[in-house]
């Protein structure tokens, strides 16, 4: 049987092994070959903006505006941006490009056919034809209607009125089903995530415009960079209380602002969040307070459907020392956790003093806890190597008495990570550093203590050097 012959899944599952070239070729073939390559060629679409680049945006969203058959065809779309000259992330970097009448007439007419507020329309149709980027991208996702992957990064993630204002449109107003925008149906993964955040000047991205992302009907995994709001009603009241989220990982988002977007994610299995002191560029919101009550508070409202949560923690360098107020005991309330990956000053504290008890918020079905070093840095944390390991030896005797779930605690503490001293975890801990037989010794120490409580102890690799790098405790 020729291949002409086979059946056009076959022939597509084939074509879709070609490098973009070859298949560029068989689109020269005929009528035939030329609909089945166009639609594998449309159905992943990546545009990348640099200094050297304007990706040509104007161009697809006219062509998929003459031939709607197009729109149906793309699944997937990457928007990936960098920084220009100048280094900065500011709107005085981002070059704006020609928008010529002829060519953005049709996008004009497009915009004139959505039922959304009249000077709403005006405003986005005046952007378009200044070429600002942030108008064209919401336009381009607006006509897609089988969209099932969205990622934006860099450059493109700067600004996002236009894109949160149309995601509202489509999703949140009152009138939705007649606005003539797609209810994104298929959409369930988006990767908003602004590596770039740091740079951002205060107030280009509003966190409200977000919050339309949850409510995709079909979202399964979202990854967002939120600005901190000013305002605390920031949740609109109207959001769904359940949500096919299952997986989310959110960074920016500070402690006091989880327990109402938390409060909406009723069913949602892991979460990945980064806390983070962003100092100046947060003034009006930031805090040295580490509020843990918060984050226990955050995490009641999924309580039922929890499985996994890790917690990442950085912080800007500071005037004044951090400092953390209440617990995480509430934690114990998670009763299908079973993945845990936390700071160590999250949980005991950033002193021996504080009298916390390493199995006080662990809850009692975790099988994975891994204990990492983030913000050891900080000038506060008073911990060395003596009180860290009598802290483990305690918690691992308790534990031959304890019921429990815990199989596996993955320690990336120094001193046994040494990578910590490449992070800035201060020398005093590389003075007291062991050598290797000792550090080999002290693990085969625990290692007996842990396996009389049934727990599997993972350290960081020795290499033959003497540097460690951590494995990762697979949940």
């Keep these: 049987m020729s291949l002409q012959n086979c059946p056009e899944e076959i022939q597509d599952s084939i074509l879709e092994m070609l490098l973009k070239a070859d298949l560029l070729s068989m689109s020269l073939v005929d009528s035939h070959w030329h609909f089945l390559v166009e639609r594998i060629l449309f159905s992943d679409v ?280 209440g617990s995480l005991n509430g934690f114990t309330h998670l009763a299908k956790l079973e993945r845990l990956e936390i700071p160590w000053v999250f949980l005991m504290g950033f002193s021996p003093s504080s009298k916390s008890h390493l199995g006080d918020a662990i809850p009692q079905s975790t099988k994975c806890l891994i204990l990492t070093d983030h913000l050891f840095e900080n000038e506060t944390r008073e911990w060395e190597t003596n009180s860290i390991t009598h802290e483990l030896k305690m918690e691992l005797h308790k534990r031959k008495c304890r019921y429990g779930s815990l199989e596996e605690i993955d320690i990336r503490l120094p001193p046994w990570n040494q990578t910590s001293f490449k992070r800035g975890v201060p020398k005093e801990f590389e003075i007291k550093l062991w050598n290797r037989k000792s550090i080999e010794e002290s693990q085969e120490e625990f290692d007996e203590i842990a396996a009389q409580a049934g727990i599997k102890l993972i350290w960081p690799k020795l290499t033959p050097f003497g540097d460690m790098t951590a494995l990762a405790c697979m949940g």
């Design 46 to 325: 990546e545009l990348r903006w640099n200094k050297w680049h304007i990706p040509p945006i104007t161009l697809l969203c006219r062509s998929l505006i003459e031939r709607p058959s197009l729109s149906d065809y793309v699944r997937r779309l990457h928007l990936r941006g960098v920084r220009f000259d100048g280094g900065q992330y500011s709107p005085n970097y981002l070059p704006k490009f020609s928008a010529d009448a002829q060519h953005i007439g049709p996008l004009l007419d497009a915009i004139d056919r959505i039922e959304g507020p009249w000077e709403y329309a005006e405003f986005w149709k005046r952007k378009l034809r200044a070429g600002t980027m942030d108008a064209f991208v919401a336009l381009l996702v607006s006509l897609l209607p089988n969209l099932n992957s969205l990622t934006l990064n860099g450059y493109f993630t700067i600004n996002n009125k236009f894109l949160g204002d149309m995601f509202r449109l489509a999703l949140c107003h009152k009138d939705k089903l007649k606005c003539n925008l797609p209810q994104f149906q298929n959409l369930h993964h988006v990767d908003f995530f602004d590596w770039g955040y740091k740079f951002r000047p205060t107030g280009l991205r509003s966190p409200e415009d977000a919050i339309p992302l949850f409510y995709l009907p079909a979202i399964r995994r979202l990854e967002l960079m939120i600005d901190n709001p000013v305002k605390v009603d920031w949740v609109n009241p109207g959001m769904p209380t359940h949500t096919p989220l299952q997986s989310l990982y959110l960074m920016g988002l500070r402690e006091a602002y989880l327990p109402a977007l938390f409060s909406k994610l009723k069913g949602i299995r892991e979460v990945k969040w980064s806390w983070s002191h962003r100092g100046p560029l947060d003034t009006e919101v930031s805090d040295r307070v580490i509020d843990l009550d918060k984050i226990a508070e955050a995490t009641h409202h999924v309580r039922d459907s929890l499985t996994d949560l890790i917690i990442h923690a950085s912080a800007m360098r500071l005037m004044n020392p951090l400092k953390q107020t």
